[in-house]
């Protein structure tokens, strides 16, 4: 009967630590594209390509010799719905309001030492509106020398299918920290 109670004990005690276990890593992984909050606004992205390309793939990581490849559409909008909810638990867990929707895009190709990247250049709507020219940023690159949360870059390495962090200093920004999955 001794065995029998110590064995139940034991079994209820590894039961009680998988669950807190099992919560507490429920509660660090991000939320998943699905909801509306988590999403990014479609129109509020493009591609730029050339010297403006060039421009944000510097600006976000890569170097100045870093040559462009060609990006698909389903590449970006495979980027963009693993980004939004990454951005999206960033943003909260540094106490942010915004949403992923309220930030615009500008996508560029590069190489990141031997992989393909792509980069992501993202600023806040609020930027806009101290820009006379409404749409500039669908053909010029943004910068920024320090914008906090308003300003990141994510780097996504095609190869590897994920994003990485960036260990440089070329950009004022933030990167998006993707919580520990980069």
């Not at 991000?30 to 421009?55: K, W």
């Not at 719905?81 to 590069?110: C, H, I, M, V, W």
Request: net charge neutral.
């Amino acid at each position: 009967m001794r065995d029998l109670m110590t064995v139940f004990f034991a079994t209820t005690i590894v039961l009680l630590a998988v669950s807190a276990y099992s919560e507490s890593a429920a509660s660090a992984v991000p939320p998943s594209s699905g909801n509306p909050s988590q999403i990014f606004d479609p129109n509020r992205g493009v591609l730029l390509q050339g010297a403006q390309g060039q421009e944000v793939a510097e600006m976000c990581g890569a170097s100045p010799k870093s040559k462009s490849w060609e990006v698909t559409s389903s590449e970006i909008e495979s980027v963009e719905q693993r980004l939004a909810p990454l951005l999206a638990f960033d943003l909260r867990n540094t106490g942010s309001k915004e949403l992923p929707r309220q930030y615009y895009r500008q996508y560029a190709s590069g190489r990141l030492r031997k992989f393909h990247a792509i980069f992501v250049n993202g600023f806040h709507e609020d930027h806009l509106s101290s820009t006379a020219d409404k749409s500039s940023w669908q053909h010029s690159a943004v910068g920024v020398l320090d914008g906090g949360d308003e300003y990141w870059c994510a780097i996504y390495i095609k190869e590897l299918k994920k994003f990485v962090k960036y260990k440089g200093s070329s950009f004022g920004g933030t990167y998006v920290s993707f919580h520990g999955v980069a």
